[in-house]
């Protein structure tokens, strides 16, 4: 494994420092295992992600708690709002409920109308019959008097 060496003037690496050639012993690196060093490296690097987890939070909580709360004032409005629209929808069906009534007045008026009108002619109906079968008894009285003539005390003559 070779280490990059100092960066040239253009910004591009020109090779290993000078004096680490490959094929060279690499200086700070051992033959023991690889694994050896892993636990201290273990401890860095949860080190590492916890102090970027804690930046990361700190970064976005802020922002995420308003918008947090703004959700909450939203649904709270969209609860308020629900209950007002539910109360303008019983003040509707109440005032539809109105007119209905207004319309059965209507119709009850109008049959009103109609019953007072049968009952009059009904009353003139019974008028003119009782005046036809008055009539009709007068005839019928005028015809049995010329056929049998009464006396003055209303006795039938003697024929």
């Known amino acids: 494994m070779s280490v990059p060496g100092p960066p040239s003037l253009d910004g591009v690496l020109a090779g290993p420092p000078h004096g680490l050639e490959s094929g060279g012993p690499t200086p700070g690196l051992s033959d023991t295992s690889p694994d050896e060093g892993l636990i201290e490296d273990l401890t860095i690097e949860d080190k590492a992600v916890e102090q970027l987890a804690e930046g990361l939070l700190s970064h976005y909580l802020p ?50 109308a109609k019953l007072v009108n049968i009952r009059k002619e009904m009353l003139m109906l019974h008028e003119k019959t009782s005046k036809l079968k008055e009539f009709k008894e007068e005839d019928n009285t005028d015809q049995h008097t010329d056929q049998h003539p009464e006396t003055s005390n209303g006795e039938t003559a003697p024929g």
């Open 63 to 112: 922002d995420l708690q308003r918008s947090k709360q703004a959700l909450q004032e939203l649904t709270q409005n969209q609860v308020v709002l629900l209950d007002t629209l539910e109360q303008e929808i019983s003040k509707f069906k109440e005032c539809h409920s109105m007119l209905d009534i207004n319309a059965l007045f209507t119709e009850a008026k109008h049959y009103h």
